[in-house]
Every structure is written in C-alpha cells, then in structure tokens.
C-alpha cells in the first residue's frame, strides 16, 4: 500500500507539473499572439497617416503590447517638432490609441546661421538654413544659447515669458499679422516694427493685451492717414501717442 500510495503521489506531481507547463506555454502563446499591437489609432487634426504615425511613434505592428514605452514615444514624436502627443491609450489586447496635436509656428529667429521656427510656446518647430515663404514676426534679441526640435530654445526665463504672453495676446486679437519684427533684447522696453513700418514702443510686457488693443486702433488709424513714418508709444497701456518723425 505504501509503494502504490507513493506511486500515486508521483503520478499526482508529474500531472501538476505537466499542466503547469501546458498553462505557462499557452500564456506564451497568447501574449505573443494575441497581446501585440494589431491597431493603432490617431485623435486628434494632424496631417498624417497611421503609416506615418507608426514611422514616427517608432512602433512596430506585431511586437508586444507590453513594449508600448509612453515617454520613448513622446521624445519620438515630439522630437520631429511638429507634434505634441496628448495622450497615449491602450485597448487591450492589441490597440494603440494615440492622440496628437500639431504645434503650429507663429513667429521665426535667427541664430547660429539658422532660422528656427517658434510656437507660442517658444518651442522649435523647424530648423532652417534660410528662411522659407512664412510670413511670421521675426523676433529679434532672443539669441538662444541651444535649441532642438521639439524643445524650448534655450534663453532667460524672463525673455521667454515675455515672449509667450507677447504671443498669446497677439494671437488672441489676431494682431500678429500686423508685426514685422518684435524685438526682446530688454524685456522691460519691448518694440515692434509694423508692417507699414512704424515702430510701436510697448514698454514692459504688463497690461499687453490693453495695450494691443491700443495699438491695432492707431496702425488702422495711421495707414487709412497714410502716415507710417514715426514712432506709436503704448507702453502705458490706456493711450496711444504718436510722433511723426
């Protein structure tokens, strides 16, 4: 009895281990075969294919949804300096969801032989050996110490918030169409060069908006006068004085 209780206690040990085996192999073959990125999903307006997407993402169809690294893929897009990823999903067991959001130029400065191209944000969106047919505010007085795609140049953090409120109040009244060049080289005595050729004094970058408002009435004003020859002062934000040169 003991030798056939012995028998059969093996018997029980060598089944467990069997079906041990037999479990791990199909988790292997399920996660490899049915845990891999099949689909991958683009939210958000962008100008690109899933292909492309893909390309970018440095994502590869049929390898593991476990190898789906967030920030490795956020320094991939975000490195072409065209694109932000938003967000990453996954719907398991084999979707990819990403969402992308373009980053859009809105003004260009020169350094180091290159014009790089900044979003609001003062992000490099290109980097070019001359400029192209954009039709941006030059920004003037930056001189950044490094930049890289799909990054902040690399200035004061005094300047580069002088910049970005600069930015967002011009954009905000769709005023930025009416600057040639802005120049940032003292953050507390900012001009501009309009397009008609006056130069707006803005002072300091408190009260920007007020003092944009000011400034679209008075180029209005000045170009249905003809007069564009002088200097339009707005830095005290709740008046526009003009002096004809």
């Known amino acids: 009895q003991r030798k056939q209780r012995k028998k059969k206690t093996g018997s029980t040990l060598l089944m467990a281990v069997l079906i041990a085996i037999l479990v791990l192999i199909a988790l292997f ?48 897009i975000e490195g072409t300096g065209e694109y932000i990823l938003v967000g990453i999903s996954i719907q398991r067991p084999n979707t990819v969801i990403l969402a992308l959001e373009r980053r ?54 005094e300047q580069l918030s002088a910049y970005t409120e600069l930015m967002r109040a011009l954009l905000e009244q769709r005023a930025d169409t009416l600057i040639r060049e802005l120049d940032l080289t003292e953050v507390k005595s900012v001009t501009a060069e309009s397009r008609i050729g006056v130069t707006v004094r803005f002072g300091d970058i408190t009260a920007i908006d007020d003092k944009i408002v000011w400034m679209k009435a008075a180029l209005m004003d ?8 002088g200097i339009l002062d707005v830095s005290s934000g709740n008046q526009a004085q003009w002096r004809a040169s």
Do not use: C, H, M, W
Request: charged share 25%.
């Open 104 to 157: 859009v130029p809105v003004a260009i400065t020169f350094t180091g032989g290159k014009y790089l191209l900044l979003d609001k944000y003062g992000y490099v969106t290109r980097i070019y050996e001359r400029t192209g047919d954009e039709v941006l505010p030059f920004i003037k007085g930056l001189n950044p110490t490094n930049y890289r795609l799909g990054r902040p140049v690399s200035v004061s953090e």
């Open 29 to 76: 073959l399920i996660i490899n075969n049915v845990y891999v990125i099949r689909n991958v999903l683009i939210e958000g307006d962008v100008d690109l294919n899933t292909e492309e997407v893909v390309r970018l993402a440095g994502l590869s169809f049929g390898s593991s949804i476990r190898s789906v690294r967030e920030e490795q893929i956020r320094q991939n």
């Open 222 to 229: 000045l170009e249905e006068r003809g007069d564009s020859v």
